[in-house]
């Protein structure tokens, strides 16, 4: 009897192995599945049975693939918005530098005949261009600030989604641990959701005895507490964690939220800073020199440009009203016009312009190298995790043929041990 009662268990313990290598080589091709070995334990009868279906993963490969998802997710919004911004600055139909070379062109070709109607006319139009220029870039940069903003939502609303994910896994994993044994699939999913929120935002995450996941922020903020949930808000284009008793801002939230937060705030914000000061540089320059002249009928100058809120308008509509002489009573002066044109290089407007599109285009190749650098980790990591945790198939081919053989071994020796038993009793 032993000897069949060993053939059973044997067999029963090889159909085990053959399940679980055959599941192993089925889930091959699905990302974040972790492969799961049957470990096999002699009875003390003599016997043999599967005494766990081990979950191959290590924690600390996996825990790096987190923080690399975290960087990755940073630096591919970081990169991706330092991009657009810098084909706006830089492009030709987008930039300021062809518009205000035109505009000081036209001033320097109208000093020839200061009175010449088409010359002013000319004046007038480049200045009507630079003026629409300035307005579409300044609306340029606020519509990739509103598309940061309409991102961010977005990501949010993915983020909290994942934190509630979390707290339903943790559920059935707490359920199936009270239950004796937390099935393999239950903590793939629960890795793999970790590492997409990871991409959203930096957290912090520890693995408790039940398996079951507490997410924080590196701050401390609560996301997930077995299935108790915080939600991420955006409160005045701050991101905020509401635990439901509070609402704290976070300075720091990392991850593809954090990414557009800073670049908001830092890059873009800058761009339209400098782009305001310099606008309204130009402006106040040329409106102060240009009052300082005389019209082709000899009227003080006025005001040529305007400048308020973002948005810059010509003031001037009459090709007459162009101060260029220095004196009211020599028309045909150009006096005034020179020290206009003079303006571009004594108040370095060009000089003003290339900073600001040099800064642009700088912080633009850092965000890209820093991508790329980000998603060489990210792929080490995956890498070292696919090492331990992924399934070779050679290697669970090779484990399928000695468990094929396992149990056609343990299936003969319950044949023989019964055809021993046979003649035994054909004895008596």
């Known amino acids: 009897m032993s000897m069949i009662y060993n053939g059973v268990s044997g067999l029963t313990a090889a159909s085990t192995a053959l399940k679980t290598t055959s599941s192993n080589i089925a889930n091959a091709g ?19 049975y599967i005494s766990q279906i081990e979950r191959i993963s290590e924690s600390y490969a996996v825990q790096e693939l987190w923080s690399s998802a975290t960087v990755l ?87 909290n989604s994942l934190i509630e994910d979390v707290a339903s896994i943790n559920k059935a994993i707490a359920e199936a641990d009270t239950a004796g044994e937390v099935p393999g699939h239950l903590l793939d999913q629960r890795d793999k959701a970790i590492q997409q ?14 398996k079951t996941a507490t997410i924080t922020m590196p701050s401390g903020e609560p996301l997930v507490t077995r299935v108790e949930t915080s939600e991420v808000v955006i409160q005045g284009g701050f991101v905020a964690i509401d635990t439901g008793v509070a609402t704290k801002k976070i300075d720091e939230p990392g991850g593809a939220i954090g990414g557009l937060v800073d670049f908001r705030d830092g890059t873009l914000a800058d761009a339209q800073k400098e782009l305001d000061d310099l606008a309204q540089k130009l402006v106040t320059s040329l409106n102060t020199q ?26 001037i509509t009459a090709p007459e009203e162009l101060a260029f002489s220095d004196k009211a009573d020599e028309h045909g002066s150009n006096a005034n016009l020179l020290k206009m044109i003079d303006v571009q290089n004594d108040q370095s407007i060009n000089k003003d312009w290339n900073s600001i599109v040099s800064k642009v285009a700088s912080k633009s190749a850092s965000a890209q190298n820093s991508h790329k650098a980000s998603e060489t980790v990210f792929k080490e990591a995956t890498n070292k995790v696919m090492s331990k945790s992924g399934v070779n198939l050679d290697e669970e081919a090779a484990n399928m043929l000695v468990f094929q053989q396992l149990y056609s071994a343990n299936a003969k020796v319950i044949s023989s041990a019964n055809e021993m038993f046979k003649t035994v009793l054909s004895m008596v």
């Open 73 to 159: 997710g940073y630096n591919t919004t970081d990169a991706s918005h330092a991009k657009r911004l810098e084909t706006t600055i830089a492009g030709n139909s987008t930039g300021l530098s062809p518009v205000i070379n035109e505009f000081f062109g036209n001033l320097n070709k109208a000093s020839a005949d200061p009175m010449d109607n088409a010359f002013r006319q000319e004046v007038l139009a480049s200045a009507n261009n630079m003026a629409s220029r300035f307005n579409s870039l300044s609306n340029s940069l606020d519509t990739q600030k509103n598309d940061i903003q309409h991102q961010m939502g977005s990501l949010v609303g993915e983020a």
């Open 197 to 210: 929120l990871s991409e959203h935002l930096n957290v912090s995450v520890l693995i408790e005895d039940d």
């Open 290 to 315: 240009h009052k300082n002249g005389f019209d082709a009928k000899g009227n003080a100058g006025k005001d040529l440009l305007k400048y308020e809120n973002g948005k810059m308008t010509v003031e």
């Open 30 to 48: 699905v990302a974040g599945y972790s492969r799961q070995v049957a470990n096999f334990t002699s009875a003390e009868t003599g016997g043999v």
